[in-house]
C-alpha cells in the first residue's frame, strides 16, 4: 500500500520562500508522475506542477517562474519550492503520485500555505 505525506506548509511573507516536502513508501515513487495539486477554500482543486520519472516538469502559468518542482527517487521524496509567493498562492498543498500506466493513484492529506504579511 503507498502512503503519501506531505510536510513543510505554514506562514510565509510574501516575497518570502517556503518547501514542500512529498514523501512516499512503496516501491511506486521512482516510476510515477508526481504532481502538486492546491485548493483553495471555494475552488476547486487545481494542478500547480508536475514531474514525470525521467524529470520532465509542467507548471500552472501562474506559478511558472517562481515555483519549482523537483525529486530524488533515492529518497523517495518530490519537493515543490515556492519562491515569491503570494496571497492568491494560499491554500492546501497536496502531493499526487499518479503510476504512469493507469495502475494506482494516491494522495496525500495536504499541508496548509498562507501567505500574508
Known amino acids: 500500500q503507498v502512503q503519501v505525506v506531505e510536510s513543510g506548509g505554514g506562514l510565509v511573507q510574501p516575497g518570502g520562500s517556503l518547501r514542500l516536502s512529498c514523501a512516499a513508501s512503496?516501491?511506486?515513487?521512482?516510476?510515477?508522475?508526481m504532481g502538486w495539486y492546491r485548493q483553495a477554500p471555494g475552488k476547486q482543486r487545481e494542478l500547480v506542477a508536475e514531474?514525470?520519472?525521467?524529470?520532465?516538469?509542467n507548471y500552472a502559468d501562474s506559478v511558472k517562474d517562481r515555483f519549482a518542482i523537483s525529486r530524488d527517487n533515492a529518497k523517495n521524496t518530490g519537493y515543490l519550492q515556492m519562491n515569491s509567493p503570494k496571497p492568491e498562492d494560499t491554500a492546501v498543498y497536496y502531493c499526487?503520485?499518479?503510476?504512469?500506466?493507469?495502475?494506482?493513484?494516491?494522495w496525500g492529506q495536504g499541508t496548509q500555505v498562507t501567505v500574508s504579511p
Open positions: 499526487n503520485l499518479r503510476h504512469p500506466h493507469g495502475y494506482g493513484n494516491y
Open positions: 512503496g516501491s511506486i515513487f521512482s516510476i510515477a508522475v
Open positions: 514531474i514525470t520519472s525521467g524529470g520532465n516538469t
